[in-house]
């Protein structure tokens, strides 16, 4: 089955810690893009990918950082420096940047302990 | 700016009722337009989209949207409301032309089904 599989489910930081969210996809795929859902604010774009090996940053990136060494793979690091991490995390892709439907992972809710 | 605006953050209704869902957008040209849902701690399903063409939509469970150019709307609409449908809806733009394929979200309608 083709699809957007995101891990781990829940994932827990202590302080000072940096983490960071898996997000694969067999969809053959070659956008990429990583979301911030909080209560009542919609989804706000955190890094995005067109390629690999390129990335763009997106309007809330601060204290995350991203990589794209492979198509299918675009891992998401909640940096230490993020001071307000507790949130839940979309991935999502599709075939190329303009023009085509975004599909969604199921998400990883992170909490700070 | 862009912005996406769903004027109403939750919305009760009876099973069985009628439902409709507002979104309107500020852009300079016509975007691409999503409706997505999400159940609680899920990522978001897709129910429909408009490109081009019809300005009636129709999509998965049963639902529609109507592309209103003048109004600068993309309202969601189900005639007959199930409690299924009790979830999380969002509306969403994509620059129409643009190479970065981003969306920009509404901040959702939260929907109540009464039994």
């Known amino acids: 089955d083709g699809g957007i599989t995101q891990s781990p489910k829940y994932l827990f930081r202590k302080e000072g810690q940096n983490v960071t969210l898996s997000c694969e996809q067999n969809?053959?795929?070659?956008?990429m893009y990583w979301y911030r859902q909080d209560p009542g604010q919609g989804l706000r774009l955190i890094y995005y990918s067109q390629i690999v090996n390129d990335f763009q940053k997106g309007d809330i990136a601060e204290g995350y950082s991203v990589s794209r060494e492979k198509k299918e793979s675009f891992p998401l690091t909640v940096t230490s420096a993020q001071k307000n991490p507790t949130a839940f995390y979309l991935c999502?892709?599709?075939?190329?940047?303009?023009?085509?439907?975004?599909?969604f992972g199921p998400g990883t809710r992170l909490l700070v302990l | 700016a862009q912005s996406v605006t769903q004027p109403d953050i939750h919305i009760t209704v009876s099973e069985g009722a009628s439902l409709e869902l507002r979104c309107n957008y500020s852009?300079?040209?016509?975007?691409?337009l999503f409706w997505y849902v999400q159940s609680p701690g899920q990522g978001l399903q897709l129910l429909l989209k408009?490109?081009?063409?019809?300005?009636l939509v129709q999509g998965i469970k049963g639902f529609e949207a109507e592309f209103k150019r003048s109004q600068s709307s993309f309202n969601l609409r189900k005639p007959s409301v199930h409690w299924s449908d009790a979830a999380e809806y969002f509306c969403a733009v994509e620059v129409r032309g643009s190479t970065l394929g981003r969306l920009y979200f509404g901040r959702g309608t939260q929907l109540t089904v009464w039994p």
């Open positions: 999502a892709s599709k075939p190329r940047a303009g023009g085509e439907t975004q599909y």
């Open positions: 969809l053959n795929h070659d956008a």
């Open positions: 852009y300079g040209a016509t975007p691409y």
């Open positions: 408009y490109f081009s063409g019809d300005t």
